[in-house]
T-cell receptor
Framework: DAGITQSPRYKITETGRQVTLMCHQT?????MFWYRQDLGHGLRLIYY???????DKGEVPDGYVVSRSKTENFPLTLESATRSQTSVYFC??????????????FGSGTRLTVV | DQQVKQNSPSLSVQEGRISILNCDYT??????FLWYKKYPAEGPTFLIS?????DKNEDGRFTVFLNKSAKHLSLHIVPSQPGDSAVYFC?????????????FGTGTRLTVIP
């Protein structure tokens, strides 16, 4: 199906474990983003990618790793999960990085709980 | 330091009446503003946007107003419908300075009462 899909939808993991959140888009959009949504903070950018093999930090990158070997995939890895990383994570994509009139297209989110 | 602020966490409005959601920003460099709508268990979806060269943009029942001198924008929904019940995020961007410059507010939960 066309669109942007995130997996898993829900994940519970233990402190210290590595966990990877997946994001896949079918539009061949150049730009992809990872945001986290927390109460009182809105959406905050973790990492973004302008193209395959090009990634850069956002506002809150600490504790996260990304890669983008293929245009359509942009996985987010928590190398050693902490309770402060309990959040809802949204992946987004965009044809352009800043000038597009319609903003970004978001996935449905992954709710991650670190216990 | 929140550069985009939505000071009302929630708003309740009767069906058929006007909903007004407010957003304030602190960075005068922002030149493009967007509103997103989010239903539970879904990602945000784009609703409407406005460039800083305009003071109003209208799309059907939705109108966004921008007051640059006050660093304030608002989203008007007229008439409000129960299906409009969602969380609304305001976002602001400094164009042409990179993809990491879209800043979101904390959201306002709108409830439209039938």
């Amino acid at each position: 199906d066309a669109g942007i899909t995130q997996s898993p939808r829900y994940k519970i993991t233990e402190t210290g474990r590595q966990v990877t959140l997946m994001c896949h888009q079918t539009w061949s959009h150049s730009y992809m983003f990872w945001y986290r949504q927390d109460l009182g903070h809105g959406l905050r950018l973790i990492y973004y990618s302008a193209a395959a093999d090009i990634t850069d930090k956002g506002e809150v990158p600490d504790g996260y790793v990304v890669s983008r070997s293929k245009t359509e995939n942009f996985p987010l890895t928590l190398e050693s999960a902490t309770r402060s990383q309990t959040s809802v994570y949204f992946c987004a994509s965009s044809r352009t990085g800043d000038g597009e009139a319609y903003g970004y297209t978001f996935g449905s989110g992954t709710r991650l709980t670190v216990v | 330091d929140q550069q985009v602020k939505q000071n009302s966490p929630s708003l309740s409005v009767q069906e058929g009446r006007i909903s007004i959601l407010n957003c304030d920003y602190t960075n005068s460099m922002f030149d493009y503003f967007l509103w997103y709508k989010k239903y539970p268990a879904e990602g945000p979806t784009f609703l409407i946007s406005i460039s800083s060269i305009k003071d109003k943009n209208e799309d059907g029942r939705f109108t966004v107003f921008l007051n640059k001198s006050a660093k304030h924008l608002s989203l008007h929904i007229v008439p409000s419908q129960p299906g409009d019940s969602a969380v609304y995020f305001c976002a602001a961007r400094i164009s042409q300075t990179g993809a990491n410059n879209l800043f979101f507010g904390t959201g306002t939960r709108l409830t439209v009462i039938p």
